[in-house]
């Protein structure tokens, strides 16, 4: 694959109409260019998360200030082009400042009073010019995701209200900061640091680093981190700071105390040149992912995910519909399924409350079978699961539960090859990392039960028991495992007997479901 160079407007937008018509799932980067590791970060997201990604490189003149470094931004596009190839992107949009700011342009976003403080106020007019342009590169592109980075914490502030605000279809990804290894975070402007500055830099991180520790060994009081940080940038003479602050992750307000989600700010000017950098306050031990999700997603996670396109759904969906592996094996038609991804965005607004995924075996979910089909009449596959599972109706069982298939599109009778368990893990492997607070897998019958143990848990066949066997005594049978993608935490598995396809029955376990793992 190589990486197409987009100049105009137009071009793009005949680009981004023919992924879309591919039902491709489309992610923008914008950034200035000059790229380092930092822009190369969001990158590397964007691809793991899209089908496509463009990225923009566009120093944009309408949020420099009249006096700022406009004219001596870094600009180095045979490098960035270079970088971008390496990382695999898809395009490239480098358009000249005519393109996005034609003669005649006259429209502009006003982001109110959040873009009016800290660099704001440094920056008079910064946020509106950086408002307008994204909006202007969200409708060119039309991206399903764009990406951001928390370094630019008032940017990504600014951006989520905008989207916000004005209800675009586009979901905002944040990743962390990137920092050099002395702790200074990277920046295309620090390409103009002499050494000695450069060496003085590092005061904003640590500077950080020192309000993080002291929040963490018990001091909250916000005045006083701040002082401790403002004695810290007086010791340097390097180093003008512009501002220290400790703010609430949505408003921007300064608060009293730093508490899990709060963030530090910093701002500081050596000799020309400007640097920021942020801190979100957490947990000793939390992730930089983590404090992320305490900052932004914490305070209303149900709204932000009722209200955003789920990108991660509709790829898993494509991939799964398109999904040709097991054609090679006999020729099969691929007849419609009644797939979990059909549902997931109507009835499960929010993935991170299920704490119970169900796999069955081979095809309950054929369209008779499925309780997302018909959820108001129950068929006798969904009332003994609901049986087993100890829920009345659809509505309990979707509060805690989510329902997906061993087998996919192939099975229709009752064997299931081998192969086909073994294409379709894939997919399951896929769905499992949609619900990242499962404490529960119940495996219906023995195909999910085989395709368990030998292509998720990736054990030989030799060492796995027959699953009558294994279910003699009770009719059910349990462990506890760690999966990959839920990190170290133990997950348990119930395996049952499939509902409608065996002979037998499990007892109900649901008394099982409700005590903790
Ligand atoms: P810029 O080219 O400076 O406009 O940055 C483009 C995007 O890259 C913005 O979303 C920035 O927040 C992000 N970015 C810049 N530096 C870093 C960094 N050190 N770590 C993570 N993201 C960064």
Not at 302 to 311: G, I, L, Q, V, W
Request: overall charge neutral; aromatic content about 8%.
């Amino acid at each position: 694959m190589s990486t197409r160079w987009i100049f105009t407007v137009a071009e793009m937008i005949s680009f981004a109409t023919e992924v879309r018509s591919q039902t491709k799932t489309l992610a923008l980067v914008p950034t200035m260019g000059a790229l380092h590791e930092g822009h190369l970060s969001l990158v590397r997201q964007a691809r793991i998360q899209c089908d496509v990604v463009v990225v923009s490189i566009f120093v944009n003149p309408a949020q420099f200030g009249p006096t700022e470094d406009f004219a001596r931004y870094p600009r180095n596009p045979e490098k960035d082009f270079e970088l971008l190839e390496s990382a695999k992107v898809h395009a490239v949009l480098a358009p000249p400042v005519e393109e996005v700011f034609p003669t005649g342009f006259s429209t502009f976003v006003d982001p109110g009073h959040i873009a009016t403080v800290w660099e704001g106020a440094q920056r008079p007019g910064h946020f509106r010019g950086v408002a307008t342009v994204v909006l202007r590169l969200f409708n060119i592109v039309r991206p399903d995701v764009a990406f951001f980075g928390q370094k630019d914490f008032q940017q990504v502030v600014i951006i989520r209200r905008l989207v916000e605000d004005l209800n675009l279809p586009v979901r905002i990804m944040v990743c962390p900061v990137v920092r050099e290894a002395d702790g200074l975070a990277r920046s295309s402007r620090s390409v103009y640091l002499s050494a000695e500055d450069r060496r003085a830099a590092v005061l904003l991180s640590r500077s950080l680093k020192r309000a993080e520790g002291l929040a963490q060994s018990g001091e909250a009081d916000a005045e006083k981190l701040l002082e401790e940080m403002r004695r810290m940038f007086a010791a340097e003479p390097r180093l003008q700071l512009d501002y220290a602050a400790i703010v609430d992750p949505a408003t921007l307000e300064p608060v009293t105390h730093a508490l899990p989600g709060s963030v530090a700010l910093v701002a500081a000017r050596l000799g020309q040149v400007r640097l920021i950098d942020n801190l979100i306050f957490g947990p000793p031990g939390s992730s930089a992912e983590m404090k992320l999700q305490l900052a932004l997603t914490a305070p209303q996670p149900d709204k932000e995910s009722a209200a955003t396109p789920r990108p991660e759904i509709d790829s898993l969906r494509l991939k799964i519909e398109n999904c040709r592996d097991c054609a090679a094996l006999s020729s099969i038609s691929l007849p419609a399924r009644e797939f979990l991804f059909k549902y997931l965005k109507r009835d499960y607004p929010n993935l991170d409350v299920i704490r119970v995924l169900v796999i069955g075996g081979c095809a309950p979910m054929g369209p008779s079978d499925s309780p997302y089909r018909h959820p108001e009449q129950p068929n006798p596959f969904s009332t003994r699961l609901y049986e087993l599972l100890g829920v009345r109706d659809f509505a309990e069982f979707k509060a805690s539960f989510a329902l997906t298939d061993a087998a996919r599109c192939h099975a229709v009778g009752n064997r299931v090859e081998e192969r086909t368990l073994e294409y379709c893990a894939k997919h399951l492997r896929e769905e499992l990392k949609l619900f990242p607070n499962v404490q529960t897998i119940v495996i219906l019958g023995e195909y999910a039960y085989l395709q368990f143990q030998r292509h998720i848990l990736g054990r030989e066949r030799t060492s796995i028991k027959a699953f009558p066997e294994l279910l003699k005594a009770e009719g059910w049978a349990q462990e506890s495992v760690q999966l990959p993608c839920y990190g170290e935490r133990d997950v348990r598995l119930l395996y049952c007997y499939h509902p409608t396809f065996e002979n037998k029955r499990s007892p109900s376990v649901a008394a099982y479901l409700s005590s903790k793992p």
